[in-house]
């Protein structure tokens, strides 16, 4: 099992969601995050005077899928949170060494 880990700019969240939805996954844990890479935030202007924001708003999806599926996944999160512009995003792959489902107890792929 892998844990895929995706950093995406929020506006791309629904079009990601439809696209594992489209390859068959079900179930992902979205968690509203904050931060910069290379964009470094910008300026803005707020009752005439000038700010830095140095975090940007992101989104943060991470789901646990077989070693099957990785690939699609992967791409069908690239293609759906691309912009062609600075900040689309990171995805990060790791690997799960165990799950378990709370209610019924099943473990590995059986829980996921």
């Known amino acids: ?21 489209d390859i068959g996954l079900q ?14 935030g910008h300026t803005e202007l707020y009752r005439g005077a000038e700010y ?10 991470e789901l646990v899928i077989e070693d099957n599926l990785v690939e699609r996944a ?3 999160i690239q ?4 912009t062609g512009r600075i900040g689309d995003g ?7 060494e165990e799950a378990i489902r709370i209610r019924t107890g099943e473990r590995g792929s059986d829980a996921i």
Do not use: C, W, Y
């Open 1 to 21: 099992m892998k844990k895929i880990e995706a950093i995406i700019k929020p506006f791309k969240l629904d079009e990601v969601k439809e696209a594992l939805h």
């Open 90 to 96: 990171k995805i990060f792959i790791s690997n799960v």
């Open 74 to 76: 992967v791409e069908a």
């Open 79 to 82: 293609q759906a949170a691309h």
């Open 27 to 40: 179930g992902l844990t979205v968690t509203e995050a904050k931060g910069f890479g290379r964009q470094k």
């Open 52 to 61: 830095v924001v140095d975090f940007l708003p992101k989104v943060k999806i």
